[in-house]
């Protein structure tokens, strides 16, 4: 951070912005994109299935979870589809977060020449390279013939298919899951490629006719894109650099949405510091998720945000999954990182981060939505809460690292 206050200048917000991803990504910055925000499950379902059925030469899919359900079976059709027409199919897994999924769903769409990545196989026999259990893809990427990506955290599995449902009349109904994705047209896109590609590359995956992967890409529109994708072991960690030095260098807003936020002591300064500068710090968090051990370590640290003028809003009636941010009206990023423990360290993750106000505009919309729907935590409030909630807290605190 003392190497980039040096040698970043205070000067337009978006240029500022640049020059500090600049200085911390290895990845380029690519002009002439085209971002469409793709809004829960539905819009990016919607999205993924046109990109795929328009297919002509290739489609690369990354998925940490793939279910065998309606949705998950739905996809495997399509592709199955594109393969039989001539379309080369490429899909990687994540072993851990489809474990649920059968063998056999996996061997049907192989018998139908679809080429798959298991990634980082539960069984160490039979692992490519390297065995560890806790590191784990959690990317989603799309790729279509090079030219159009899908990025975001909408994984395969029905639960992203639709608003409430019911199983049964007098069964409480079901939280909707509430995330996003971006669309990706023009340069930026063949950095995601490349992203897939090392992937399937590192993880022993057949050998594929690379050049076709990396067409001529034309200019589609105004944004400006970087793919900024993180592996555990390498020294630059850039999913959590990308975070921290947007967070730093903000001046106006930093307004974050994320699903499992349990941070470590350097984003929880970088949030304070910029709160008690004067930057209007707004984060949403789940008030529900699938573990309450995360719900606990994540109020944990309330009262250090609270104290320091970070507002913090809870969001009610929906499965929050969604892991965004967008600050001082430039800069957006929408991936699979989460802020916590995990993201950083031991997962493979991906974000797009885009500067671009006209993106940004929409990226505040979405926002605002996600606010009025929130619970807003309050410090006077907070701080009467029960002992055994903070107990509870201070308990779950101290299992950040396998959180």
């Not at 990687?92 to 298991?118: A, C, K, M």
């Not at 955290?153 to 009349?169: D, H, L, M, P």
């Not at 430039?330 to 991936?335: C, E, H, K, Q």
């Amino acid at each position: 951070m003392e190497r980039l206050e040096r040698s970043v200048a205070p000067t337009d917000v978006l240029e500022r912005q640049t020059a500090v991803m600049e200085s911390v990504s290895q990845s380029p910055l690519t002009k002439g994109n085209r971002v469409t925000l793709l809004v829960d499950g539905p819009a990016t379902y919607a999205a993924m299935f046109k990109a795929i059925e328009n297919a002509r030469v290739n489609v690369n899919l990354e998925s940490y979870i793939f279910e065998d359900d309606e949705t998950g079976r739905k996809f495997a059709d399509l592709l199955l589809q594109r393969q039989a027409a001539g379309v080369q199919v490429n899909l990687i897994y994540d072993s851990v977060g489809s474990s649920n999924t059968t063998d056999s769903f996996f061997q049907r769409l192989r018998d139908g020449g679809v080429q798959i990545v298991e990634f980082n196989q539960i069984n160490p026999l039979k692992a490519h390279g390297k065995w560890g259990l806790i590191h784990r893809d959690h990317r989603k990427i799309l790729i279509t013939d090079g030219k159009l990506a899908i990025v975001g955290g909408v994984n395969i599995s029905q639960v992203y298919s639709s608003g409430i449902s019911r199983r049964k009349v007098d069964v409480k109904p079901a939280l909707p899951w509430r995330d996003t994705d971006v669309q990706i047209e023009g340069p930026g896109v063949a950095e995601f490629q490349k992203l897939f590609l090392d992937t399937w590359v590192k993880q022993k995956g057949p050998d594929l006719a690379t050049p076709s992967y990396f067409p001529h890409l034309e200019d589609e529109g105004t944004a400006l894109v970087r793919a900024v994708g993180s592996t555990p072991g390498e020294t630059n960690r850039l999913t959590f650099v990308a975070y921290v030095s947007a967070i730093t260098f903000a001046e106006h807003s930093v307004h974050l949405t994320n699903a499992y936020f349990i941070p470590d002591d350097q984003i929880l300064k970088a949030f304070t510091a910029a709160a008690r500068r004067g930057v209007d710090v707004k984060l949403i968090v789940p008030s529900t998720t699938d573990s309450r051990l995360a719900i606990d370590a994540q109020r944990y640290s309330y009262s250090r945000l609270l104290k320091a003028g970070v507002k913090v809003y809870e969001r009610h009636n929906a499965l929050l999954h969604a892991k965004t941010a967008v600050i001082d009206g430039v800069w957006s990023t929408v991936g699979s990182t989460n802020m916590d423990y995990w993201s950083f360290v031991s997962n493979d993750e991906v974000n797009a981060v885009i500067l671009s106000r006209e993106t940004a505009v929409e990226m505040e919309k979405m926002f605002a939505k996600d606010l009025a729907e929130s619970d807003q935590v309050r410090w006077d409030a907070w701080k009467r809460r029960p002992l055994a909630d903070r107990i509870r807290e201070w308990v779950a605190h101290l299992f950040l690292r396998w959180l």
